[in-house]
């Protein structure tokens, strides 16, 4: 979808290119190579980071997401940086008021109870590193008492509904669990025919698939940047995670730097 | 990698695999869809793999409230042990330059699942017809010779007409005609796989434009039902097929009734 007047989109189509499928052995090499150097990169700066049982791990994915970590929860406790993950397409699209030297995607451990992670991915990860990036992090951690919460946002236009009262209602929050999962979401769950993709839904797959809890909670904006009001959203998420304290809305200042630094230059009224 | 939902993994030893191929119109995927929805068949695992672009979502067969929030994935197989019958339905686009990879761990789980035989259902660009394809039925099968020696004349005797293999230089007697199928996917690597792995494998095809793929769909699963009589046919001859929830909306949001 066209997200201004006159911007020309490629269109992609769900038909596949015979060509393609006549590769010789010479161009499999290739995509082969070129596959291998698709990575994602761990680094934990102390050994034990990942060691612990019982880990609460939280991961936001997405501007808005991401933005109420910076402006919420990493000004009102104590956190430290404990590791990152750099992807081979690092740096491009970083967000949060990052400069492009910086890693998209920083986890933190709270000071004061060593099992509450918090990973905050403020770049986009690419459709083939997605399950990747999925299996390595998640990998890290021991399975045993290991919960899961994804907070993740999504354009409104992106929600099917016949009622358009409630698409109108943007922001809001819903919710999709995986079965082992025993918390009571705070919002209503998704219904069909809606979808999550990207790595909420790597994640999703992934603990279902190894039987671990997991909650990822969609927040639906109309907004291009992050604004408060959908950032607010997200407390309601926090409820159930638990251990966290969410801080009062912090003063202008701090809200300013995170949206200032996402102001989008647009040349329709020059 | 196929992952079983419940402890002790299925057996389907003996068991008929349908799949889809990922191909124009996603005729394939509603075809089984149907399949999957009518016959109320049970997930009794997943197909993890990164060959995948990562999905999930709610029930896409829920039939009350309490199993609509059900988190369903990418990639899932069903089964119905009366009919001896397993199904695996994709949700998601292939990548790319991992299609290669996907057709081996395919290959690999069909063998080491001893599936009786496996049908693959998938389309074709139908503007890439040649003259004698555009008459008559758009609907083709291919078989490969393990399937052929196996079923016999089975689907000649129901009328069905065999993909041709075209020349690639129409008029040109002298080139060798080979097997073509233009928007089709992993279909045709996946039946070369079948011949020299000497699977019992069937591509079911059935030409189409990419549009509302809904009654494509239909025609495609009618066909099948011809020869593997999933559904019996009522008084008038017409299956009963049951259109699952997840079709809703298919063409996305219906208009705010404020811009008129």
Not at chain 2, 122 to 129: E, K, V
Request: glycine share 6%.
């Amino acid at each position: 979808m066209a997200t201004f007047f006159g911007e020309v989109l490629s269109v992609s189509s769900r038909a596949v290119d015979e060509d393609e499928e006549d590769e010789n052995d010479e161009d499999e090499e290739i995509l082969k190579e070129l596959d291998e150097t698709r990575e994602v990169h761990l680094e934990w700066y102390q050994s034990n980071s990942n060691l612990m049982t019982d880990t609460n791990l939280i991961i936001a994915v997405g501007r808005n997401a991401a933005s109420f970590l910076s402006v919420y929860v990493l000004t009102s406790a104590s956190w430290e940086a404990v590791g990152h993950a750099s992807l081979s397409n690092a740096g491009s699209q970083t967000i949060c008021g990052q400069t492009s030297t910086e890693p998209a995607c920083v986890f933190y451990r709270k000071k004061d109870n060593r099992a509450v992670i918090l990973c905050q991915i403020s770049g986009y990860i690419e459709e083939d590193l997605q399950f990747q990036w999925t299996e390595k992090v998640l990998g890290c951690f021991k399975q045993k008492g290991l919960s899961v919460t994804v907070l993740s946002d999504s354009p409104v236009a992106e929600y099917k509904n016949m009622d358009h009262a409630s698409s109108s209602s943007s922001p809001f929050l819903l919710c999709l669990q995986t079965k082992s999962s025993t918390t009571n979401p705070q919002c209503p769950l998704l219904e069909q025919p809606n979808i999550f993709t990207g790595i909420q839904a790597a994640v999703l797959s992934y603990c279902q698939v190894n039987q671990i809890p997991a909650v990822a909670y969609q927040c639906y904006s109309d907004a291009i940047s992050p604004d408060s009001i959908t950032m607010d959203t997200y407390k309601l998420a926090f409820t159930s995670v638990g251990d966290i304290k969410v801080g009062p809305l912090p003063s202008a200042d701090i809200i300013n730097k995170f949206i200032k630094t996402n102001h989008i230059q647009s040349n329709l009224y020059i | 990698m196929f992952i079983p939902v419940e402890a002790i993994p299925p057996s389907f030893k003996g068991f008929t695999l349908i799949l889809p191929a990922i191909a124009v119109g996603n005729v394939a995927q509603l075809a089984v869809d149907l399949i999957v929805s009518t016959l109320s068949m049970k997930r009794v695992g997943y197909m993890h793999t990164d060959c995948l672009v990562p999905m999930v979502g709610p029930n896409p067969y829920a039939t009350s409230a309490e199993d609509a929030g059900e988190l369903h994935t990418t990639a899932e197989v069903y089964r119905d042990a009366e009919k001896k019958l397993a199904v695996l339905q994709i949700r998601s686009p292939l990548i790319q330059s991992r299609s290669r990879k996907f057709r081996k761990l395919l290959v690999s789980w069909i063998k080491a699942s001893e599936f009786s035989r496996t049908v693959v259902l998938s389309s074709s660009h139908a503007y890439q017809r040649d003259d004698q394809q555009l008459k008559g039925t758009p609907l083709r099968y291919l078989v490969t010779p393990a399937m052929r020696t196996a079923s016999g004349p089975a689907l000649a005797e129901l009328g069905w007409v065999e993909m041709e293999r075209l020349s690639p230089y129409p008029g040109l007697v002298e080139a060798e005609p080979r097997l073509s199928i233009p928007g089709g996917g992993v279909t045709k690597g996946l039946f070369t796989d079948g011949c020299q792995e000497e699977l019992c494998l069937a591509v079911v095809l059935v030409f189409c434009s990419e549009g509302d793929n809904v009654p494509d769909a239909f025609t495609l699963v009618n066909h099948l039902n011809e020869w593997l009589l999933l559904v019996d046919n009522d008084k008038r001859g017409a299956q009963k097929w049951k259109v699952p929830g997840s079709w809703r909306l298919l063409f996305g949001s219906s208009h705010p009734p404020s811009i008129f």
